[in-house]
């Protein structure tokens, strides 16, 4: 964790305007959902979503989430919803021609119904609308399942980070997909 805050303490190149967003109706698996920008009433779910994948822990306290959601000139996080109900997340971090999903978590009830390879899906789109020239992303070296799902996205492993999830002492993959106006 702290690996990733010594990153977010890094200078970013601030927009003259937020980065848009507009809630958008969409399916997902034959399922209706809503896709929004998170709000800061949304910080609790989003807590308990971690709570949830990460068996009680929660990598992101309250006052994280809070300031990335008031970065909202160099920072994106998206709610999915189902009725009232949050069933996921992804954020991302923007800067001069790169974009860096922070973080993204499904509830276990609505994991394998293709829901995290939509909300990736969702981010490249806005990062190449941004534009970026790539997106970039750091996931578990014990996750394989998440490799596999960003390999198929056209993600590659650039570098191990060494012990870069600090209290399990874990390593993590840096993957990155270059992009173009096309794919």
């Known amino acids: 964790m702290w690996n990733k805050f010594k990153v977010y303490l890094q200078p970013r190149v601030w927009l003259k305007r937020e980065l848009p967003y507009t809630t958008e109706q969409v399916e997902i698996d034959a399922q209706s959902f809503y896709l929004a920008r998170a709000e800061q009433s949304d910080i609790p779910a989003l807590i308990e979503i971690e709570r949830a994948v990460y068996a009680g822990k929660t990598p992101w306290d309250r006052w994280a989430f809070a300031s990335e959601l008031n970065k909202r000139r160099t920072s994106i996080y998206l709610v999915l919803c189902q009725g009232s109900e949050v069933v996921a997340f992804i954020g991302a971090w923007f800067s001069a021609n790169e974009a ?84």
């Open 100 to 183: 860096h999903i922070t973080n993204i978590a499904v509830r276990p009830s609505y994991q394998r119904r293709g829901i995290g390879h939509f909300l990736v899906h969702k981010m490249v789109q806005l990062a190449r609308d941004y534009p970026s020239q790539k997106i970039t992303l750091e996931v578990r070296a014990s996750n394989e399942g998440a490799q596999s799902v960003y390999q198929r996205m056209g993600f590659k492993v650039v570098r191990t980070r060494r012990n870069y999830y600090i209290q399990e002492k874990e390593d993590a993959f840096s993957m990155c997909r270059l992009l173009s106006q096309q794919g």
